[in-house]
């Protein structure tokens, strides 16, 4: 019985470990969601079916991010505008790879339905990998969907 009692402790502790640090990874404006939210960014797809890849990979409108930038930690705005067209949205984020602002069309099939925050969230990605020029893989819009 006490060999039991030590497994479900150790069990236990371990359980309190994996959940205490499973937001480590996350941006800080989103460590504070609650589990409802977590999960609509864990599920969130685009019409075409593309995961979003979670919201640690997003960047909400107008925020300024920190990051590494020949080898100095700098910020900035990665999603710095979206405007409506005929098409779908046109949005302007950083490149990491160029160094620049780069104009992306978001178009329909981009869209994720219902997102929780009111915030538009972006998700960029090069679907040809690095030489591969920078897309938008989902545009959560705050009426979009």
């Not at 302007?92 to 538009?120: C, T």
Request: proline share 4%; hydrophobic share 40%; net charge neutral.
């Amino acid at each position: 019985m006490t060999k039991m009692w030590w497994v479900v402790v150790l069990s236990a502790s371990c359980l309190v470990l994996l959940i205490v640090n499973s937001g480590a990874g996350w941006k800080p404006e989103y460590a504070a969601y609650d589990a409802e939210i977590w999960a609509w960014f864990a599920k969130a797809r685009s019409k075409v079916g593309g995961s979003c890849c979670d919201n640690a990979d997003g960047y909400r409108l107008g925020v300024r991010y920190k990051f590494k930038e020949g080898g100095q930690e700098v910020e900035r705005v990665m999603f710095a505008s979206l405007t409506r067209q005929p098409e779908g949205y046109r949005i302007v984020g950083w490149d990491l790879q160029e160094h620049r602002y780069v104009d992306m069309l978001a178009k329909e099939d981009s869209f994720v339905p219902g997102n929780p925050i009111g915030v538009p969230i972006v998700w960029f990605f090069r679907p040809g990998g690095d030489r591969a020029s920078q897309v938008v893989r989902c545009l959560a819009n705050t009426s979009e969907g």
